[in-house]
């Protein structure tokens, strides 16, 4: 989601970053986190 090491726009307003997603294979998704590169 943040480009992979594209031209760093910030479209969004967060600039180069990915998404860290948890996940329990009982419970399902457990957290979600913006981890930003730059």
Do not use: K
Not at 28 to 34: A, E, F, P, T
Request: hydrophobic share 40%; net charge negative; charged share 25%.
């Amino acid at each position: 989601s943040g480009g992979g090491g594209a031209i760093p726009e910030r479209f969004d307003g967060v600039g180069r970053h990915f998404l860290a997603v948890d996940v329990d294979p009982s419970v399902g998704v457990r957290d979600v986190g913006l981890v930003r590169v730059d």
